[in-house]
């Protein structure tokens, strides 16, 4: 074929070898799929392939690919005005901050917008550091909080090692029961030894030196460990006994994710801190940041807050904000993936769990869920993570794009799936795991 017969597909990988450096990956080895077009669940190329995307891309497509309402806004918006300095006031901005605030509980009255995720946690802590005065930060192994500098030692997972040049970051172990820290058998024994151990932790690192406890308020990228009861109102009640910060990170938890609008909801919790990305306007234009606390906001009433972004609440973005919490909360979507995770989704997981002990177990709640996939159920041995990225391949290859991490596959479709979306992508996910499941021990 001659250079002219190229198609735009195959002018895209070219381009894309050719010249773009991929996150978290050695490059030599990357062929990444072409993605031209989306719409709700799906995506595809130009070459005729589709794909139902189980995966909302990187845990944020949560209201669905091109919905018009927004499109339509960044559209207006582009046309009113593009961009604009932080330090102006701004309609779009100013909307978007209190839909965001109204959403929060109360005495979160403040939004700081960031570009991103990672910047909103960064910024949490230089908020929490300010505010106490003091420096250590304690968040748990089993988390990921972002990738720049205080953002990624905060992480708790191996992403943390490569790059720990921020300092006071101290890791402590969060509940998980099915691979408990603490030798529990009951969601009740993890909470009560997960508190201890945390309280042991505040002890023994000195609590006047502890600015901030930073917990996901379900750990995601970890594995969706949706805490158990008490854990949370535990964690709080720990910070306010020690006048400790507590951010909970919402960055992939938020906006609808959990079948709520803030995860922490169903926990009885309320921090000084969120910080949320993502699924606040499902990163059609970059954009995150941090909901404050009346009293944490007081601290700047008159004091500079040394911290700023050239994009802190860029006009395109906020109006993408303002137009996805708007169809969010017309059309239900939080509502349909608190449904949709109750009747459907869960059920289903659950029925392919007792046809494949290759699932050693399925934890999730709304639109974000977890297959745990082991060797053996008794040793409860994790699958290799290469099967597993094997297993994406296959998932791929016959028109479902998955989310894997390690030894699970997430099952995290957008919002606003459907319960026939979820039935296809079910027999999608049941014949890969019945060709994955020879030698995988009851
Ligand atoms: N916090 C959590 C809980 C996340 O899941 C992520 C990203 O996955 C981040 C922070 C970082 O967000 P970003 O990639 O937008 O910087």
């Known amino acids: 074929m001659s250079t002219l017969e190229t198609t735009a597909d195959e002018r895209a990988r070219q381009l894309d070898r050719q010249y773009v450096f991929h996150s978290w990956s050695a490059q030599a080895d990357l062929d990444p799929i072409v993605i031209t077009g989306g719409r709700g669940c799906r995506v595809w190329d130009d070459s005729g392939h589709r794909y139902l995307d189980f995966s909302s891309q990187m845990v944020n497509t949560n209201i669905g690919h091109q919905h018009p309402r927004v499109v339509a806004a960044i559209t207006e918006q582009a046309q009113t005005l593009c961009t604009i300095a932080p330090s102006t006031a701004n309609l779009a901005r100013g909307e978007a901050a209190r839909r965001i605030a109204e959403r929060a509980p109360d005495g979160l009255n403040k939004v700081f917008f960031t570009n991103g995720g990672a910047d909103a946690v960064e910024n949490a802590i230089r908020m929490a550091r300010l505010h106490t005065g003091r420096d250590k930060v304690l968040s748990t192994y089993r988390s990921y909080h972002g990738n720049t500098g205080a953002a990624v030692v905060a992480t708790g997972d191996w992403r943390r090692i490569p790059n720990e040049f921020a300092r006071g970051h101290?890791?402590?172990?969060?509940?998980?029961?099915?691979?408990?820290?603490?030798?529990?058998?009951?969601?009740?024994?993890?909470t009560e030894r997960a508190l201890a151990h945390l309280e042991r932790l505040v002890a023994v690192e000195g609590a006047s030196s502890i600015a901030a406890i930073l917990i996901?308020?379900?750990?995601?990228?970890?594995?969706?460990?949706?805490?158990?009861?008490?854990?949370?109102?535990?964690?709080r009640e720990i910070a306010d006994r020690h006048g400790i910060v507590l951010i909970l990170d919402e960055v992939m938890a938020g906006f609808g994710r959990?079948?709520?609008?803030f995860a922490f909801e169903a926990h009885d919790v309320v921090p000084d801190l969120i910080t949320f990305a993502k699924g606040v306007n499902s990163g059609y234009v970059p954009i995150g940041g941090v909901v404050i606390a009346d009293h944490i906001a007081e601290t700047f009433a008159h004091r500079v807050f040394p911290g700023g972004l050239t994009y802190s609440g860029h006009p395109l973005a906020a109006a993408s904000v303002v137009a996805t919490l708007d169809a969010m909360a017309d059309e239900g979507i939080v509502e349909n993936a608190a449904r949709v995770g109750a009747e459907v989704i869960g059920p289903e997981l659950a029925t392919l769990a007792e046809e494949f002990p290759i699932i050693g177990e399925v934890r999730g709640a709304g639109?974000?869920?977890?297959?745990?996939?082991?060797?053996?159920?008794?040793?409860?041995?994790?699958?290799?993570a290469a099967r597993v990225a094997a297993m994406r391949s296959e998932l791929a290859a016959r028109g479902l794009l998955a989310f894997t991490v390690d030894n699970r596959i997430h099952v995290v479709p957008p919002c606003v799936v459907t319960d026939d979306e979820v039935g296809e992508a079910m027999d999608i996910y049941r014949e890969v795991l019945r060709d994955n499941s020879e030698g995988v021990v009851r």
């Open 170 to 190: 101290v890791h402590f172990h969060g509940p998980f029961l099915y691979r408990s820290e603490f030798f529990s058998d009951s969601p009740e024994q993890e």
């Open 216 to 235: 996901e308020s379900v750990p995601g990228t970890a594995g969706i460990l949706v805490p158990p009861p008490g854990y949370l109102a535990g964690v």
């Open 258 to 261: 959990t079948g709520r609008w």
């Open 367 to 384: 639109v974000f869920w977890a297959l745990e996939l082991v060797t053996d159920r008794a040793s409860r041995e994790p699958l290799p």
